[in-house]
C-alpha cells in the first residue's frame, strides 16, 4: 500500500513562509479607487489561472498563449516559436512591482470575437461576485489551492497587495456598492 505525499511539492514550511516574506519585501503599493482594482484583480487572476511552468519576475514581459483552451504563460516570443506548438497568441503580460499582472491584448485576438465572447463571459462571472460579495476583501486570493507552488505565493502576495490598496484607498472592509460611492467624480480634486 502507497500513501499520498502529504508535501507534494516538496516545500515545508520554511521554504513557503520564507517565499511569501520575499515577494511582500520593499513591497510599496499606492491608493487605488475600486475600479482600477477590480480590473487588476481581473487581470491578475486571469493570468495567474494560466499554465505557468516557471518562477515569474517583476518588470520581464511574457507571452501568453492558447493552445486546446487552455491558457499557458511562455518565456518565449510569438516571433520565436512555431503557433503548432504553443498555439494562438493571446497577448504580452507582465508582473508588476505591486505584483498585479497587465495583459495586452495581442492586435489578432481584439478581433477574435470567440475569444473576446468567452473574456467576458469570464468578466460577468467576475463581476457578479464582485457585486454580491459582503466585503471586497472577501474576494482577494489569499490562498487558492489549485494553484501550484509558486503561483499560489503570486496570488497571496497579489492579495497583500490589493489589501494594502485598499487600505490606503479607504475602501477596505467595503462592498463594491460601497466603494464605488467612495469615488471622486472625475475632474474634482481631494483635499
Not at 470575437?113 to 466585503?135: C, P, S, V
Request: charged residues 20%.
Amino acid at each position: 500500500m502507497t500513501s499520498k505525499s502529504p508535501n507534494p511539492q516538496g516545500k515545508g514550511l520554511v521554504p513557503v513562509l520564507e517565499s511569501l516574506m520575499q515577494t511582500r519585501k520593499n513591497l510599496a503599493v499606492p491608493a487605488k479607487d475600486i475600479l482600477q482594482i477590480a480590473n487588476e484583480l481581473f487581470t491578475s487572476l486571469f493570468v495567474l489561472n494560466s499554465q505557468i511552468k516557471f518562477k515569474p519576475v517583476v518588470g520581464r514581459t511574457y507571452w501568453l498563449y492558447r493552445k486546446d483552451g487552455i491558457y499557458g504563460l511562455s518565456l518565449i516570443a510569438p516571433e520565436q516559436w512555431s503557433p503548432s506548438h504553443y498555439g494562438q497568441f493571446i497577448g504580452a503580460c507582465e508582473l508588476q512591482p505591486d505584483l498585479t499582472w497587465t495583459l495586452e491584448l495581442s492586435g489578432q485576438c481584439r478581433g477574435d470575437l470567440a475569444l473576446i465572447a468567452e473574456i467576458t463571459q469570464q468578466w460577468e462571472r467576475f463581476d457578479e461576485k464582485l457585486n454580491t460579495a459582503e466585503h471586497i476583501d472577501d474576494l482577494l486570493p489569499v490562498y487558492i489551492a489549485t494553484l501550484p507552488f509558486y503561483l499560489r505565493v503570486l496570488a497571496s502576495a497579489l492579495a497583500h497587495s490589493l489589501g494594502q490598496s485598499m487600505q490606503k484607498g479607504g475602501i477596505s472592509g467595503l462592498s463594491f456598492d460601497q466603494a464605488r460611492s467612495k469615488m471622486l467624480p472625475t475632474g474634482t480634486q481631494s483635499a
